[in-house]
């Protein structure tokens, strides 16, 4: 006889696979009888169970997963939570699955749907453009939670994300109104369809509509550090190149906190003050960078309500009640510690002739 499976087992007890599979994961929904009878069976014929065979009834039943591109961004911490705790109320087990910045989430998420035999998938993270023929091949409901998308687009499949382009824009023309002209911006690629892009072209927009250009000294786009973009030590590394070029501003917009974190210690390396010499400022709105000294002037995004509206958009597809929609949400401005007047307006912010009309976080 070849060696023993979960079939085997199944057969010499009279019970099905998916009885044997509760039996080994010591499910309460089995019979105490049974579950002795098949663990006695177990160690007779020597069996070790086999993780795939054991879930896969469970997964091609109640599993949805999670496709995770830039896992060392701690933003989607607390996403990843939230809808992994809905998906448990609901019955479903959740997969999480950590794209590579070199791979094609697609391609991942296509094989993944083929292995683990899901009920549907949530992006997070990644480009906002993918081949339709390859999209329409996943045959399961899907959305793309956090990607971004451009001003105006609708999509046939469901997108939930904020106006990174106008939020962008709105955190820069908040520096502006604080008399910075020399504004940098350390970001991801700009050529490459994601987030990055659209918060640089928001940073492009609001130079131009103030009559100021974007000057490509001032651009600095990180450098993958292993397969990750979105870490503390790209935003340092990129902050201390801009530093040691000697092209001066006075202010430096992070698409992403953790880029900001980064910069902030790679400044106050260098023997800079913030914000008194550079101001810098972020996006996302993580817990950190409100705990950070000093604390990080953001965009904050509303992580658990864009959590929530991906779940229920996605459940709603799987249980046939809904359409896939398009969900634009609001964020917020949030003005703390790491920004606040040029150097010229210095005098005049403290002597009360310059007012922010923005409310602080």
Known sequence: MGETTIRDIARLCGVGVSTVSRAINNHPDIN?????????????????PNNSAINLKKS?????????????????????QVMED???????????????????????????????????????????THDEVMLRQLKVPFVFSTVGMPQGEQTWYANVAVDDRLESEKLIDYLIGQGHRRIAIITDAVS???????????YSDALRRHGLT?????????????????????????????????????????????FAIG????????????????????????????????????IVQPAEEMAEETIRLLF???????KPETILMPAELAVRESSGPAK??????AAGDVASPLLHG
């Open 32 to 48: 105490p009888t049974t579950r002795r009878k098949i663990m006695e069976v177990i160690a007779e014929t020597g069996f070790v």
């Open 60 to 80: 091609d039943a109640r599993s949805i997963a999670l496709l995770i591109k830039g896992i060392t961004n701690q933003f989607f911490n607390r996403m990843i």
């Open 86 to 128: 809905r998906a448990q109320k609901l019955g479903y087990t959740t997969i999480l699955r950590h794209v590579e910045a070199r791979e094609d989430e697609v391609q991942v998420a296509l094989q993944l749907v083929k292995e683990k035999r899901l009920r549907g998938l949530v992006f997070l993270g990644g480009n906002f």
């Open 192 to 202: 490459v369809p994601s987030v990055g892009q659209l918060r640089y072209q928001g």
């Open 214 to 258: 974007a000057d490509p000294k001032l651009v600095r786009e990180v450098v993958p550090n292993g397969n990750e973009h979105y870490t503390i030590e790209n935003g340092y590394e990129e902050a201390r190149k801009l530093l040691a070029s000697d092209e001066p501003f006075t202010a430096v917009f992070c698409i992403a906190d953790i």
């Open 263 to 298: 910069a902030c210690r790679a400044i106050l390396d260098a023997g800079l003050r913030i914000p008194e010499d550079i101001s810098v400022t972020g996006y996302d709105g993580i817990a950190i960078g409100n705990f950070y000294a000093p604390r990080i002037t953001t």
């Open 316 to 322: 709603d597809m799987i249980g046939k009640k809904g």
């Open 344 to 349: 010229s307006n210095a005098s005049q912010q």
